[in-house]
């Protein structure tokens, strides 16, 4: 069975995730992590919960999913795991970070990158790949069936969507890529999204305005 803890960290609001199970095994996704505060919050409950980190994802690489990558690979080695279409988002960061009033720690890149398809396995689970671009150009999403949950990042909120107004953003792919991607896992399945609270694909089926 899969444990989440959420966070939510720096000016963007961003919701972190840790997924454990009862090996120790965790998988971060999307650490958010923006100075030395929210950096010990992360570290002082991996090491209360005696978890050992083994992999680190991330749904999409804007730079409020990206800012603790650094941190991450400093502190357990890991370096971040991602669709190899969202390399140029990660880039392109350096750029536009200090015009932003923004302190970025140079994220390290893949040794490999995750498919559009497929399976990540940590502890006794595995996380199915999602792809679900529109919000960015390369978006993934992590879904547990036996646990019915989704890790969502930025592409289905409760009663919105992620906004499409960004370099490599598309309103109607997104929306494609919710209706023919996500809208078809069980009703009862949990979304935890990349800001915000946590929803339920047969609840923004019914009243998310942005697809009813």
Not at 68 to 92: R, S
Not at 152 to 178: K, M
């Amino acid at each position: 069975m899969i444990n989440i803890k959420q966070f939510t960290f720096n000016a963007y609001q961003e919701n972190t995730y840790v997924l454990f199970d009862e090996t120790g095994e965790c998988v971060i996704i999307d650490p958010g992590m923006y100075d030395g505060a929210e950096q010990n919050e992360l570290v002082q409950f991996i090491t209360a919960a005696e978890l050992r980190p083994v992999a680190l994802l991330n749904t999409h690489c804007h730079i409020d999913h990206v800012f603790g990558n650094k941190f991450v690979f400093d502190q357990w080695g890991l370096k971040p795991q991602f669709h190899q279409g969202e390399l140029a988002v990660l880039q392109a960061i350096p750029g536009y970070a200090p015009q932003m009033g923004m302190r970025y720690e140079l994220s390290p890149e893949p040794e490999s990158y995750l498919p559009e398809s497929g399976e990540i396995t940590f502890g006794n689970n595995k996380l199915t790949l999602i792809f679900a671009p529109g919000h960015s150009p390369a978006h993934l999403c992590f879904y547990s069936e036996a646990d019915n949950i989704l890790i969502g990042g930025d592409v289905l909120f409760y009663q919105s969507i992620g906004r499409t107004d960004l370099p490599g953003g598309n309103h109607e792919q997104l929306l494609s890529s919710i209706r023919e991607n996500l809208f078809i896992l069980p009703a009862e399945t949990k979304v935890f999204p990349g800001h915000g609270k946590s929803t339920t694909i047969g609840f923004e089926m019914k009243h998310n305005p942005f697809l009813t």
